[in-house]
């Protein structure tokens, strides 16, 4: 995929495209280089206007994510989980002398799915990668940003964990040695999904990456607690 960005006149322009089909070559370039079968997105901007900056963020719907292989969490037991998700990049542009969001641009395809019941869930991505107890870093690309959930079983019963709904709300991205991560949470495991799973948010990745940088704060803000609802319910439909 490439992103083209054009400043032309008091707009901003963003193209996204496959580069090798439109014979882009090279980082920059003049107006007259470009191939005339982009097709553009505009902002409104003013003529001294120039600034431009490129970050990395968490898709804007929740996510669903698998593990690798089946397990059961035993009474009073945990089990760490390391995600991988594809990360957006979201583009600011200068506008009236401020940088304001211009858009956000995924850097892979998701595929959309349901969470919850037909009366009471909602849209989320379905992760193609599996969630995976260790973390090699030759399992996810580099574009993936990681995500540690720590699972604690506190109910009575063993816990079979085939699939977790996470929303991506109150995590930040943090960049360290060449990879994105973000802060670790923890899941607590109840005997009823009605009565919700809190979950809990570290302020730093988890070892070895918790001197990581932040790069992203959290869309929604920092929290170190909140409550999921149906946390675990099943994936019931798929929205194409």
């Known amino acids: 995929m490439s992103i083209t960005l054009l400043r032309r006149y008091d707009e901003w322009r963003v193209s996204t495209s496959c580069a090798q089909d439109h014979g882009i070559h090279g980082d920059e370039g003049e107006l007259q280089d470009l191939p005339g079968t982009l097709e553009w997105q505009r902002w409104d901007c003013h003529d001294e206007d120039s600034r431009i900056r490129l970050t990395p963020a968490l898709p804007g719907l929740p996510i669903i994510a698998k593990p690798n292989t089946s ?48 009366s009471a869930g909602e849209v989320c991505y379905s992760l193609k990668t599996r969630a995976r107890r260790h973390f090699d870093a030759s399992d996810w690309l580099e574009h993936d940003v990681i995500v540690s959930v720590d699972l604690h079983n506190e109910s009575q019963e063993p ?82």
């Not at 583009?91 to 401020?98: L, P």
């Not at 607590?188 to 070892?207: F, K």
């Open 159 to 240: 816990f079979e964990f085939e699939r977790l709904f996470l929303d991506l709300g109150h995590f930040s991205i943090f960049t360290y040695e060449n990879r994105l991560w973000a802060n670790a949470c923890r899941i607590r495991i109840t005997e009823s999904d009605e009565e919700g799973n809190d979950i809990t948010y570290d302020s730093t990745p988890i070892i070895p990456a918790e001197s990581g940088q932040e790069v992203a704060s959290a869309r929604e803000g920092k929290t170190s607690r909140s409550t999921l609802r149906r946390a675990f319910a099943s994936v019931i439909d798929v929205i194409h």
């Open 71 to 118: 397990l059961s969490i035993a009474p009073g037991g945990n089990a760490l989980f390391y995600i991988g998700i594809p990360m957006d990049v979201e583009i600011h542009g200068e506008c009236g002398g401020s940088l304001r969001k211009l858009t956000s641009i995924p850097s892979e395809t998701l595929s959309k799915t349901w969470h919850g019941d037909r």
